[in-house]
């Protein structure tokens, strides 16, 4: 089963994100490349993503399409990257999860990714 871990913490809360070049840095990235190797071959894709202020909301209302700059929601809490796993169960993707480092600092949001399914076919 895949599953996809989307990481959440506060990202101006200092040590949340730290700079690069810096102890703080090199010691977090320490901790991503540890949990990587423990997970192996299940970590299927994983990627940090820039910072809250670049991202752009997209929705289209009666036709129309609008786009904000920033997230969807105010939130404490910023989406700050990703892991796609693939684990037996969902116990082991929990499991897996709590291992990322910044389970210790915000939120780790474990969603199962929905077995492929057929579009109709309107041939």
Known sequence: MKFVCLIYSDETTPGNRPMPGTDEFTSMMAEYR??????GDRVLAGEPLEVVATATSVRVRDGETFA????????????????????????????????????????????AVPERYSAPDNS
């Open 68 to 111: 904000t700059d920033g997230p969807f929601a105010e939130t404490k809490e910023q989406l700050g990257g990703f892991y796609m796993l693939d684990c037996a169960t969902r116990a082991e993707a929990l499991e897996l999860a709590a291992k990322i480092p910044h389970a210790r600092l915000g939120t780790i949001e474990v969603r």
């Open 34 to 39: 540890a949990f990587g190797e423990e997970a």
